[in-house]
């Protein structure tokens, strides 16, 4: 079993930045996907960035892609977000999600193992 908690939510001002973190334990991997995805309620999951867990590969939102960017540290299990330039429509809860496969993927129902998420809020 794999169990992954996110940390380093909170609220910001448009314009600010934040990181978040995944800290995974329990089954070690050494392959994989790990993705970030958001959620706002009455609306559904959204896809934000994913890398791959050996070499490094990313994959970026349209909505995100110049602002976010994804990296892990393998010596440590978890995987960051840092989150730049927010705007308000950035507003979601976060989750941190990981794939046994080691394609990047797009598709949260790939994704096997889900954190418990971290509310990010930016104030206009």
């Known amino acids: 079993q794999v169990q992954l908690v996110e940390s380093g939510g909170g609220l910001v001002q448009a314009g600010g930045s934040l990181r978040l973190s995944c800290a995974a334990s329990?089954?070690?991997?050494?392959?994989?996907?790990m993705g970030w995805f958001r959620q706002v309620p009455g609306k559904e999951r959204e896809f934000v960035a994913a890398i791959k867990w050996n070499g490094g590969s990313t994959l970026y939102s349209d909505s995100v892609k110049g602002r976010f960017t994804i990296s892990r540290d393998r010596a440590k299990n978890t995987v960051y977000l840092q989150m730049n330039s927010l705007k308000p429509e950035d507003t979601a809860v976060y989750y941190c999600?990981?794939?046994?496969?080691?394609?990047?993927?797009?598709?949260?129902?790939?994704?096997?193992?889900w954190g418990q998420g971290t509310q990010v809020t930016v104030s206009s």
């Open positions: 329990g089954r070690t991997f050494s392959s994989g996907v």
């Open positions: 999600a990981r794939r046994l496969s080691v394609s990047l993927s797009t598709v949260g129902g790939e994704y096997e193992y």
